[in-house]
């Protein structure tokens, strides 16, 4: 079983920056994909942004393309997300995922695909 603990969120104005952190614990060897969900208030999961444990490969949606940053600190399994020119909309409640096989292409809306989250951090943004 994989463990996930994010830290960092809190609230920033429009235009300022955030970053969160996520580390994985326990059965973590066998993750081939780290990155971040997030669900805005009356709204589902969305894909936000993942990245290979193996390779440099990224991806993010398209609504943070350019103002999000995911890295990672490999093999420590741990993950992070530095967000600049934060958006109102932007904020919502964000989840640490992991996954353990091959990536689909239409990950962003395929939240049942990664089977480990983490609790989750609230990101607020005021306008």
């Known amino acids: 079983q994989v463990q996930l603990m994010e830290s960092g969120g809190g609230s920033a104005q429009a235009g300022g920056s955030l970053r969160l952190s996520c580390e994985a614990s326990g059965h973590a060897d066998g993750i081939l994909w780290m990155g971040w969900f997030r669900q805005p208030p009356g709204k589902e999961r969305e894909g936000v942004a993942v990245?290979?444990?193996?390779?440099?490969?990224?991806y993010y949606s398209d609504s943070v393309k350019g103002r999000f940053t995911i890295s990672r600190d490999s093999p420590k399994k741990k993950v992070h997300l530095q967000m600049n020119s934060l958006e109102f909309e932007d904020s919502a409640m964000y989840f640490c995922v992991a996954r353990s096989d091959v990536l689909t292409m239409a990950w962003a809306s395929r939240p049942f695909d990664f089977a480990s989250w983490g609790q989750g951090t609230q990101v607020t943004v005021s306008s």
């Open positions: 990245t290979s444990t193996i390779n440099r490969n990224t």
